[in-house]
T-cell receptor
């Protein structure tokens, strides 16, 4: 089977840096994605890592270590609008042609003034 | 920016009734998906669709579910005989050649009474 673990809640203050970790167990790992979801909204793509290392997109960065089955999302210069749920999602080799994603339970980030 | 549109935004139905959820994916995308999310839980994969056929489906996607692309723009999910446990937010998504980057619609909240 497959499983993804991420913290259920994280709280940080405006302007700070926060890291949301994700560990996964799956056969045939292909890549790790991160999605943001505001209350009542649709998941929105943030980043994707297929290879080890750091991917940077503006204030958001994502890291992957395939050997440790671990990744994280780093959010810098936090803003109130970053308060949302963040999901890591695994793409498996068998689904490399379909785009199927297996989502984690999500981390609720609360940004305080 | 192009977006995935879903209708209706809310659907209330009686147990045992058939429902059809409708989606218009982004026009030049080739891969289409249905996911669902029970309140407070993770996003779950239902089915992926490519080249006019199902490319992958989950164990949730049993004989009560079907998908169709009746024309060049619409993508539908039909639940033949709804159960109470089908109550969830159903998200349609699509992706282009960058298969790992899914664009989600705003969802249809299905309530089965």
């Amino acid at each position: 089977g497959q499983s993804l673990e991420q913290p259920s809640e994280v709280t940080a203050v405006e302007g700070a840096i926060v890291q949301i970790n994700c560990t996964y167990q799956t056969s045939g790992f292909y890549g790790l994605s991160w999605y943001q979801q505001h209350d009542g909204g649709a998941p929105t793509f943030l980043s994707y890592n297929a290879l080890d290392g750091l991917e940077e997109t503006g204030r958001f960065s994502s890291f992957l270590s395939r050997s440790d089955s671990y990744g994280y999302l780093l959010l810098q210069e936090l803003q109130m609008k970053d308060s949302a749920s963040y999901f890591c999602a695994v793409r498996r080799e068998g689904s490399s042609n379909t785009g199927k994603l297996i989502f984690g339970q999500g981390t609720t980030l609360q940004v305080k003034p | 920016e192009p977006e995935v549109t879903q209708t209706p935004s809310h659907q209330v139905t009686q147990m045992g009734q058939e429902v059809i959820l409708r989606c218009v994916p982004i026009s030049n995308h080739l891969y289409f998906y249905w996911y669902r999310q029970i309140l407070g839980q993770k996003v779950e994969f239902l089915v992926s669709f490519y080249n006019n056929e199902i490319s992958e489906k989950s164990e949730i996607f049993d004989d009560q579910f079907s998908v169709e692309r009746p024309d060049g723009s619409n993508f539908t999910l039909k639940i033949r005989s709804t159960k109470l446990e089908d109550s969830a937010m159903y998200f349609c998504a699509s992706s282009g050649e960058t298969k790992f980057k899914l664009f989600f619609g705003s969802g249809t909240q299905l309530s089965v009474l």
